[in-house]
């Protein structure tokens, strides 16, 4: 019997460390209305920094000529100074243009240009690394992304900097509906997540977004879905490389016409999907008197209501799903947590026993 205790006392402490020490990455982004910081969410940076190993603030945008855009505001700087916090800047492929990104991939010179404009900023403003958010690629331009991931690592890497990438998630590499093929070909399949994974610092994973405006409304990381995510990924990734996405925010679904923009032209009439904070989602629970409803299989919680003679539903992501991702990355030994975003939050994940900073 001491024995067994003995057992299970130490397993209680190996996964208790594991989890203090997960590395904690949060995103940030900018007030639409002038590209800086709201007091708010430097005050939620400051009051949790404990809990905070990594801010990631989405600044930067990568034109196709290699020209970098963007401002590091100096307020996030000093405060991460004074509380130990790394910064790791997001770069994206600005309005995450396909075309663009591909002239992009396909000029040698364009990537030498921006690959120095990364090592500039770099070494201008001491970061940790980087991080490239580059979405909506094409299939097609599978190697050559990889090819310039590859340039862009060895030259940070040799310069002391670490490069990390957020990569859309797949389950596999088979499509069984247009949708599917449609979302591979120009979503998820352009990442090599092998050769990605052997030359970044490590790979977030965007396991968000399962149901978007061009599916069926449902929840946005279903437990089941994002476990398959991650186990697509460590067939070809070390788990000590691989941090869990995880969204604050949650899926608010109303019926309407779509904007056409890139929206393939049967998928134009159906539900859209807003994405919203948690305080809107208890604004929307309290305007429509609903409760919450528990989904044991997904691991998260949904409402749905009838507004104007039209169904509604809210998928919520707040900290009881939060808590249950948290146990996936403890059960496959992931990196950590790359949670998009801050500021949105239900404040009650800062409460759950893995708070601490590594």
């Given at each position: 019997m001491?024995i067994?205790?003995?057992?299970?006392?130490?397993?209680?402490?190996?996964?208790?460390a594991?989890?203090?020490?997960?590395?904690?990455?949060?995103?940030?982004?900018?007030?639409?209305a002038?590209?800086?910081?709201?007091?708010?969410l430097?005050?939620?940076?400051?009051?949790?920094?404990n809990?905070?190993?990594?801010i990631?603030?989405?600044?930067?945008?990568?034109d196709?000529?290699?020209i970098?855009?963007?401002?590091m505001d100096?307020?996030?700087l000093?405060?991460?100074?004074?509380?130990n916090?790394?910064?790791?800047?997001?770069?994206i492929?600005i309005?995450f243009?396909?075309?663009?990104f591909?002239?992009?991939?396909?000029?040698?010179a364009a990537?030498e240009?921006?690959?120095?404009?990364?090592l500039?900023?770099?070494?201008?403003?001491?970061?940790?690394?980087?991080?490239?958010?580059?979405?909506?690629?094409?299939?097609n331009?599978?190697?050559?992304?990889t090819?310039?991931?590859?340039?862009?690592?060895?030259k940070?890497?040799?310069?002391?900097?670490?490069l990390?990438i957020?990569?859309v998630?797949?389950?596999?590499?088979?499509s069984?509906?247009?949708?599917?093929?449609?979302?591979?070909?120009?979503?998820?399949?352009?990442?090599d997540?092998?050769?990605?994974?052997?030359?970044s610092?490590?790979?977030?994973?965007?396991?968000?977004?399962?149901?978007?405006?061009?599916?069926?409304?449902?929840?946005?990381?279903p437990?089941?879905?994002?476990?398959?995510?991650i186990q697509?990924l460590?067939?070809?990734?070390?788990?000590?490389?691989?941090?869990?996405?995880?969204?604050?925010?949650?899926?608010?679904?109303?019926?309407?016409?779509?904007?056409?923009?890139?929206?393939?032209?049967?998928?134009?009439?159906?539900s859209k999907?807003t994405?919203?904070?948690?305080s809107?989602?208890?604004?929307?629970?309290?305007?429509?008197?609903?409760?919450l409803?528990?989904?044991?299989?997904?691991k998260?919680?949904?409402?749905?209501?009838?507004?104007?003679?039209?169904?509604?539903?809210?998928f919520?992501?707040?900290?009881?799903?939060?808590?249950e991702?948290?146990?996936?990355?403890?059960?496959?030994?992931?990196?950590?947590i790359?949670?998009?975003?801050l500021?949105?939050?239900?404040?009650?994940?800062?409460?759950e026993?893995?708070s601490?900073r590594?």
């Open positions: 001491r067994i205790t003995i057992i299970i006392l130490t397993l209680f402490i190996s996964v208790s594991f989890a203090t020490n997960m590395e904690k990455l949060f995103y940030i982004t900018t007030d639409l002038d590209f800086s910081y709201n007091s708010d430097l005050k939620d940076i400051k009051d949790h920094a809990a905070i190993s990594i990631a603030p989405q600044i930067y945008q990568l196709e000529n290699g970098i855009s963007g401002n100096s307020r996030l000093a405060l991460a100074k004074e509380t916090i790394k910064i790791m800047p997001l770069i492929n309005h243009d396909q075309d663009q591909h002239n992009f991939l396909h000029n040698p990537q240009r921006a690959i120095a404009g990364m500039a900023l770099c070494k201008k403003y001491q970061f940790y690394g980087l991080q490239f958010d580059f979405e909506n690629i094409n299939i331009d599978k190697t050559q992304f090819h310039f991931f590859q340039l862009a690592a060895n940070l890497h040799q310069n002391h900097f670490i990390s957020a990569v998630p797949r389950t596999s590499d088979i069984y509906t247009d949708y599917d093929r449609w979302y591979f070909n120009n979503w998820s399949g352009a990442y997540y092998e050769a990605l994974g052997k030359n610092d490590f790979i977030s994973i965007m396991s968000y977004d399962k149901h978007t405006t061009l599916t069926t409304p449902g929840p946005l990381a437990m089941d879905w994002v476990e398959k995510t697509n460590l067939k070809v990734v070390p788990a000590n490389k691989l941090s869990l996405g995880v969204p604050t925010y949650s899926g608010y679904w109303t019926t309407g016409m779509l904007d056409p923009g890139n929206v393939p032209e049967k998928y134009k009439y159906r999907e994405q919203i904070s948690y809107m989602v208890l604004s929307l629970l309290s305007q429509f008197n609903q409760p409803i528990w989904h044991d299989q997904w998260s919680s949904y409402a749905m209501y009838t507004h104007h003679e039209r169904n509604e539903y809210l919520v992501e707040d900290a009881q799903s939060f808590k991702k948290l146990k996936l990355v403890n059960l496959y030994h992931l990196r950590g790359s949670v998009w975003k500021g949105i939050e239900d404040p009650a994940i800062w409460k026993p893995y601490s590594d």
